[in-house]
């Protein structure tokens, strides 16, 4: 087995750099992408108001750039699998990309992560880099001014551990196990906070 086929471990304080597990490729320059409009024709671009605290890109306010002129951004699409991180301002954000997401574009504000499956699972990517603690590492690394920001070079060097593929993998169906409870609770209080004020009534009225 080659070094590069171990699973990266901590020794000390040395840790691999998230650039030994997945590509990381900056958005385009903002000037290209001068032409973007609200209209319902084009090839979406994702930016960091389109990204939520669920990890999933809200597809309800896209601004798009014109199918003739989509060719000009082959270079910055979106891949499934991908994970798309906000890189400045409300630096952290991300969304793990889906296949419905394949062939957008995404902004000048966003970095594009693309895992190596054989090293990480873009699952896995998304929770390690939503994890609270991970997050605040990456907010102290963030360039000092008055918008906090980092680019590809700084977040290929960003340390992590990771480890092995089959770890990875007890960890994302725990992470889903999770997140389906989740789910489940919250259609539940939904649906109690919405039958609060006709339980209120009837017994208001002595029924």
């Not at 992408?33 to 960091?48: M, R, Y």
């Not at 809200?58 to 270079?75: H, K, N, S």
Request: net charge neutral; with cysteine.
């Amino acid at each position: 087995m080659s070094p590069d086929d171990r699973s990266p471990q901590r020794h000390g304080d040395l840790r691999p750099s998230l650039g030994h597990f997945c590509e990381v490729a900056a958005g385009p320059s903002g000037t290209l992408l001068d032409i973007l409009h609200e209209g319902p024709s084009g090839v979406p671009v994702v930016s960091p108001p389109d990204l939520t605290e669920n990890h999933t890109v809200d597809t309800r306010q896209l601004r798009r750039v014109p199918f003739e002129q989509a060719e000009r951004f082959a270079r910055f699409t979106l891949g499934a699998g991908d994970v798309l991180l906000v890189r400045q301002g409300t630096l952290g954000r991300l969304a793990l990309i889906g296949e419905e997401h394949t062939g957008w574009i995404y902004s000048s504000s966003c970095l594009r992560l693309r895992p190596d499956r054989r090293r990480i699972l873009p699952e896995f990517l998304a929770a390690y880099l939503a994890h609270p603690p991970v997050q605040r590492e990456l907010l102290a690394l963030a360039q000092p001014g008055t918008v906090p920001s980092v680019n590809s070079t700084m977040l290929k060097d960003f340390p992590v551990v990771v480890p092995g593929l089959e770890r990875q993998r007890e960890v994302v169906a725990a992470l889903a196990d999770i997140d389906e409870q989740i789910m489940v609770q919250r259609k539940m209080l939904n649906q109690l906070t919405a039958l609060r004020p006709s339980i209120f009534e009837r017994l208001k009225r002595g029924q």
